[in-house]
């Protein structure tokens, strides 16, 4: 079992690209409850199944573990396509932490967002220039909340996030 503790921030500009290779990202969840969730991903051509318990604000436990490529497309394919997030995910270093940036696509297009893993908590983190406000604790940005009510349904007059 891994302790997952991670921060999510918006992406405020376009300073970050050209840091890594996008690699893309399907996924959807066969199980979610308030508090946790299972998720079948397939990343390049890699297939995963996660199962992850929140356990704290920003942190869950996450037990993840690959399996065959044709399995998890199978687990996909049987989800309704609105169930289904795409996503190119961008990953490297910078300030002394791995940042992984999601660029959005389909239902939830024009929706960035940075995540970095910590080993606790409190760790502070030294911000890049292109990081925007923190959401790490509203629900909304969630990957297993965007499946429901999607980026581009949102009412993008009120004041985010």
């Not at 397939?42 to 690959?66: C, D, L, W």
């Not at 959401?135 to 949102?154: D, E, H, M, R, T």
Request: proline letters at 4%; glycine letters at 6%.
């Amino acid at each position: 079992m891994h302790r997952e503790i991670e921060r999510k921030f918006l992406v405020r500009n376009d300073g970050w690209r050209g840091k890594a290779e996008p690699v893309l990202f399907r996924q959807g969840y066969i199980a979610r409850t308030v508090d946790r969730t299972v998720r079948i991903r397939v990343a390049g051509n890699q297939g995963m199944i996660t199962v992850k318990v929140k356990v704290g604000p920003i942190s869950r436990h996450e037990f993840e573990y690959e399996i065959p490529l044709h399995d998890a497309n199978e687990l996909l394919n049987s989800l309704a396509p609105v169930e289904i997030i795409e996503k190119y995910r961008y990953t490297f270093s910078e300030c002394g932490h791995v940042w992984e940036i999601d660029e959005f696509l389909g239902a939830n297009s024009g929706l960035v967002i940075a995540e970095v893993e910590l080993q606790s908590e409190e760790e502070e983190v030294e911000l890049p220039v292109w990081v925007g406000e923190e959401v790490s604790k509203i629900s909304k940005y969630f990957n297993a909340s965007l499946v429901q009510s999607p980026y581009g349904s949102w009412n993008h007059n009120e004041k985010q996030p």
